[in-house]
């Protein structure tokens, strides 16, 4: 059996669709509320679907055998302001995930992200080296509770505490693909800009809020939600490899070449809006990201990551294109 807790989520329900697809029984960790949520897990559905604040009795649980966790569940929203909460759900449930899966011998996976770097703004920076974990500065309290956890699992390490037989944790880049509508604004950017010209409007970037980037010009590493499937599988699949790893393209991409990419796949004329960043961005924006992959490839990973225009014209043709757009 294996738990994937944030499983009716963007990622977390993508990783669930190839799971189901192998034959193997999952249960989902999350809350479905009232809106469109649970479409996520239409076409593959889990063996059981249990509410966060239920975890313990499933932990307790010893009739069942858990393989591996996934543990993709967090408050992943950049603008969070609830420390409290986002220490609870982000770093001590991660915590006690890290603690059981070591005490019962359950591998354990989980989200981390880019936004640890915080400012960084050349590759140099953007190294998954857990030597160089320390000198990290996340811009917002997301990306702070991210490193956290991240910190906390070095020290563990570092100390000889028990740990899980197989752990990775992933530094998720900007991904998109379907399964992500639910987000409200922290939907994916090509997502947002299909929705503008399919509209008839213009695609709407941010005005740069560096003097040394020019508009349009703010690059990030755009990454297909099929391909960090891909690597978790992959990382499942080889029970030897542990570690915390980059997952990115290993390519930085300008937010102008994404709306472009976009206009393209929708068989729209490309146009172009520049609007200010709000207010509520400004000092949290990283302009630039682009993962450091060599400690994955040296780890033995081999395939290739789909290109930014690809993986837009995959999107658009598969899913949003669509009266169905869920995967």
């Not at 543990?71 to 420390?83: F, K, N």
Request: hydrophobic share 40%; proline share 3%; with cysteine.
């Amino acid at each position: 059996m294996i738990i994937v807790t944030g499983g009716a989520g963007f990622i977390g329900s993508c990783l669930v669709a190839s799971l189901c697809a192998r034959g193997l029984d999952v249960v989902v960790v999350d809350r479905l509320r009232d809106g469109e949520k649970w479409r996520n897990l239409r076409s593959h559905i889990p063996v059981r679907i249990i509410a966060p604040e239920d975890l313990e009795m499933l932990l307790d649980d010893d009739t069942i055998k858990v393989e591996a966790v996934f543990h993709m569940g967090a408050i992943s929203t950049t603008t969070a302001r609830d420390g409290d909460l986002v220490w609870r759900t982000n770093v001590s449930l991660s915590q006690r995930f890290w603690t059981w899966c070591a005490q019962q011998g359950v591998r354990f996976f989980y989200a981390s992200s880019a936004a640890t770097y915080g400012a960084a703004d050349q590759l140099s920076l953007f190294s998954d080296d857990p030597a160089l974990l320390s000198t990290l500065a996340p811009l917002n309290l997301y990306g702070w509770s991210k490193q956290a956890f991240d910190l906390n699992v070095m020290r563990s390490l570092d100390r000889g505490i028990a740990r899980p037989p197989q752990w990775a944790g992933l530094k998720f880049f900007n991904v998109y693909g379907p399964n992500e509508y639910h987000k409200g604004n922290m939907i994916s950017v090509v997502k947002v800009k299909y929705d503008e010209v399919r509209q008839g409007r213009p695609a709407r970037l941010f005005r740069s809020d560096r003097a040394d980037i020019a508009d349009g010009q703010q690059k990030r590493d755009f990454i297909w939600v099929g391909d960090v499937v891909k690597v978790m599988l992959w990382l499942y699949d080889n029970p030897t490899i542990n570690g915390l790893f980059n997952c990115g393209t290993g390519e930085a991409r300008t937010y102008l070449d994404l709306a472009n990419a976009v206009c393209d796949a929708a068989g729209v004329k490309r146009a172009i809006e520049y609007i200010d960043m709000p207010d509520s961005l400004r000092g949290q924006y990283q302009s630039f990201t682009q993962a450091d992959m060599s400690r994955l490839r040296a780890a033995g990973y081999t395939a290739s990551f789909t290109s930014l225009e690809d993986g837009i014209h995959q999107y658009v043709r598969d899913y949003l294109s669509k009266v169905d757009p869920y995967l």
